[in-house]
């Protein structure tokens, strides 16, 4: 069975096991005071070109998301998110749990745009009442989108330019950046992104890690951001789990290199679709290849691949995703080729 | 300068204070267990023809619905609300501020379809990740709507009948149910709403009292709700001044006769709209009515009425509300038809 | 029955209810923005001697508490309060509803000690692990306390001067202050209480009114106050009902007077339990005197007299309260005397 | 350096970091749906000779606490917990931040005392003004206690006993229960603690795991618990994280063998600091070995000894807290007993 139904299915990378063998039974202090955390942290204010940086690591993408929101929203602020949003529809109310809206407008294949979010706010603004209604207090994007794609420097600039303008901070959901930054058209870099967001994540567990998200302040964390981070019940008492991760990533390029091996495959995957005259429901230029499916296409494949459900889209068609990772083999895809 | 801006820019029915008055220095125990409180308790349970019916009084109508919602969802259900549902949008996110998400689905002039609402929940159903998500809990409707309009028999009975097969309860927020009682075209009583709704509040703010809803639950209400009432911080040491009111609208059929005087009068001004050539932004049978009007007419109006602003349209036109309620009278009503 | 159970057994003050009758027609905007309520509000800053206070009314008492409290702290802070705080015991958990702990410390006859509020916060900055721990981020304290004392101006300018030290603010719950003010021993003033808290409130449900607590911010509240009012439920629609009360209270020094009513009956009772050789079990000045029965005395009196169970000191032995208040005649402390 | 300052300053133990290794490029389902996860439950189900129940393994403690609490508990109650409860100080606030109370009861060196929590909870009911109050809703019990002190089967069997004649749930937190088991002096087995709480978790974070808890309900969970667990941010991606260590550490009895070092070491160094005069803050007789020191001790310890400081006695004398851990070594311990 080949399994391309989603790019969390292997373990970490062998080089971060490896370093968790290494230093393991080093004794180190807890909650993320050992020195695989510090130096994680400095390779990543390097990565992004900012060593004022607040970073913190935190164990997974709903958690951090949740986390970030409900420490930066004021509590009569929400978010707003394009409607296909992972904070909006995928984590369980997890922010509405915290308290907060999440504030929606509509998605272009998975991105929010610039103009309808300024045309949003200020009709909030606009309206009488408003001091009834939540008051936008955040933007969040993900990149790539849960669709696969990705903003460009001047769509993620110009939401930027938005944020800044109504003082709201801008939020990237970064679960799967790596396989944003991998991609050889897009033109946003992670030195880029760290001035446009005002808050942002490097994510590790789509991206070669166990476990573990990098949150980045590029000015500076709320006030006493561990204690929340404790009382929302992520901090873990063994932060070196996600430090040394972070830190093996972030040595001599790691990430990226791991990264790329997903576009590569995803790549190699797409044309080979497109060649078979399969119909893409999305064009992503990134490690989810989503297809439009008939029934027996889904049934024929269905009995050598694993793959996602996406969308039903009507009785005799469905979108499907494809996903490929850091891990995905050549072989794999070549067979996954043959298959379709 | 006329006031028809909205329905509770008065205080109370002069029958609610003179018994305010007489029962003043009656010294009474606290927290809803006064005799008054009773009465009217027992009275709607008359009204609703269910003696079994637990009812409650609480001050306003956000209030009213952020508890109930709150007490009545588990902790992972959302409330299902068609966009224009209030606590979608002009409560300051009351509801996520309990912890929990209001799930929508398009509406139609202000009401839910049934149909819509079935799609939603045997989707929610029908998706592979639905453990990832909020489930739906419970279907919101407000009768009349946000929009003056009126759900049929049929079309309550329908989205009732769905709630009941999806095992969720039906809440209808009637913040103006007076105005929909007393509409001769509706077909909705309310021994039938309390039929179909599993909860539902008869709204005494924008009829007649000074304020106060009652919370009617036809089968039970949650466990230890009066506790839950507390903590929500909506308990009233001096429960008479609800009981007193509540007491005093279903005595004698009051609360029926001057929701009526606000059809009566919504009336009049609609047919004045439709001979004058306004053009009705919804065709409302309540106290409600709405009009398209352009940047002249809202000016020449303005100065002689208060009316509501509802939405802008384009540059040019906007959506407006002029309100009736048990207060209007002939003489204003007059006055306002003359200046149209 | 005498009826000396509690002080929110009556209605309103007489003026109140006539106040409300004659302004009952007038068409008044919504929500706290009609004449009455900012002739309130600004009564209430010159009887404070700080015209530049914002004020707001709010129904209850636990909605002030929960409102205050919970727009003030921090996510990562809570509330320090004696243990016989109201906040504490008394409120179904209100408090920690909106997702903040109450920090406790002893209490001395209800009192908070300001020596132990300062122990208790350098306790927690000096303790090693406190970022794991809940932040001290607001004093709480009741005037009259739970248990009728009062503090004198040196112990709250002390607790006060703790707080400004630690950078956290004083709120004063003044359910019942206009006891407190009408106490001829006492020499805090409502001017004092201005300056030494950060945030107080004057309580009209248990002093005259139907309903209503005046929420004092001396120097600023927080931003978008209203909105969280709104999101926690507490927003009047028919404002004017709490502003015509408050502003008949602090019309004419009204407040000041039914509250001394309160006193002067409370201290003819206290002379009488005095000096027929009850045992008081606080020695307290305000309305509110609290004895130590034994059964037979319980029985005996329970016979024609309402009032309230305190709390069980043994099988033999009770404490219970006699509360008077702006609404006690002389003729029925006359008649408890007689009976006592 | 001396390294006893607490029990999490390893990573894993070599057998779990072992099967990471084996397993890690298997391609797994994720969300705990891998077939470790799997193997890891029915072991534990084993263990604990309940074959029925429901277990679900989460990353840590604190997140745990608040999970297991938050789903359990309903909206109204509060849980019952030792003022020195893990919940109760340390946890940064994360119950209240679910929404509910700790309703706090003295401690006996760490321990609730049964009949303690009987009265508190039947004070509760027979106070009149209950409904006022915060339900208690749980008995929260630590196992080892904070102090590092254990129940007698006597002792958690009345406390059991209560909880069910209140119809209440006993949650015991097991962050270190590896340790408890491992006491030869301990009379509470596996199967018994399955017997008498309704909910437990047995530790992996203090007890060789990287990271991870197993909570074990041996009747049944809460409905949906996995999507309150995602709503908390708590569903890790790569559930085989979880899955990997807690089969391992269930394989061939490692979870006691490697608990039982640390009681052996333990109790080495209590023999030690006994001879040589120390005083015992606590007679503990698990892990965790607290002694009173003066300033000269500690400065004296403090040169070659990480230790754990515990509490402030006085100025001259600190309670400090020497942990041992699966991972320590006998040539430490004599290192360590050398130097006391």
Known sequence: ML?????????AHPYILRRLLETNMEKLPGYGNDRYTEAAKEKIRCAIGNMDADVFLIAGGTQTNLIVISTM?????GVVSATTGHVNGHEAGAIEYTGHKVLTIPHHDGKMDAAELDGFISGFYGDASHEHMV???????????EYGTLYT???LSAISEVCRRWDIPLFLDGARLGYALACPESDLTLERI????????IGGTKVGALCGEAVVFPHKAPAHFLTMVKQQGALLAKGRLLGVQFDTLFT???YREIAANAIEKAMMLKGALISKGYRLAIDSPTNQQFIVADRETCSRLGKDVRYGFWERIDDE????RLATSWATSSEDVGKLIDIL
């Open 135 to 145: 008051f936008p207090g955040m933007a969040y994007v993900s990149h790539p989108t």
């Open 252 to 254: 001599d390029g790691l």
């Open 317 to 320: 068609h469905t979108v499907i």
């Open 153 to 155: 420097d001047a769509e």
């Open 73 to 77: 929203l004021r509590r009569y602020e």
């Open 3 to 11: 399994f391309f139904e989603n790019d969390y299915s292997e373990g």
């Open 194 to 201: 760290a001035e446009l967001a005002d808050v942002f994540y």
